[in-house]
């Protein structure tokens, strides 16, 4: 059995901003679309406030679209395209500021990677495994000290399931994933 030092050296993706997603196949996109329209069915799915009203139209459509034939990437990429506010509310809205150039990779690449660690989640109940791994999906420009301190975990996935199914729109209560940019994701053993 690796250990967890070596463990975070094998599961570090090759390159930056890109999340690597080993798990992303035709089973685990069937759970993930099991997911989002359990979500759009009863009235879960999170719309961000960063969405403009084409974006929020366009949005739903998007993210199946992406867990049937794409990733993360290309999800971003799409939500960058007029989906989103120029400016932003801040502080109880009495101010607003420019939304950050970023906030498309921020919102797509989060979101794709619940939706993934669900679909995994209910795969690995199905298939029958007992933990999920946690791993460094994408390198970020500062590692969280939290964040790394999870690599190599194993975890239960009903609960991480349960978790993220309830979580809908905040951090996950029991941190997995960690919050947008942490670029931690879980894998299969």
Request: charged share 30%; hydrophobic share 35%; proline share 7%.
């Amino acid at each position: 059995m690796p250990t967890t030092a070596s463990m975070k050296h094998l599961t570090r993706p090759d390159t930056e901003g890109e999340m690597h997603l080993p798990d992303l196949n035709r089973a685990t996109r069937e759970c993930m679309m099991d997911e989002i329209v359990l979500d759009q069915r009863t009235h879960r799915l999170y719309f961000s406030k960063r969405l403009n009203e084409k974006g929020a139209a366009d949005y739903p459509g998007l993210l199946l679209k992406a867990a049937a034939f794409h990733d993360a990437r290309w999800f971003c990429r799409e939500l960058g395209r007029d989906r989103l506010t120029f400016f932003e509310p801040i502080r109880g809205g009495r101010k607003i500021r420019k939304t950050p150039g970023n906030a498309h990779i921020v919102l797509g690449e989060s979101e794709f990677n619940r939706y993934y660690i669900r679909g995994l989640c209910r795969r690995a109940i199905d298939e029958g495994h007992g933990h999920l791994i946690v791993y460094r999906a994408r390198n970020p420009l500062t590692a969280r000290e939290e964040s790394e301190d999870k690599i190599g975990e194993l975890v239960a996935p009903e609960p991480i399931l349960a978790d993220l199914r309830t979580s809908i729109g905040m951090e996950p209560f029991l941190g997995y994933p960690s919050g947008p940019n942490s670029g931690i994701s879980l894998r299969l053993p």
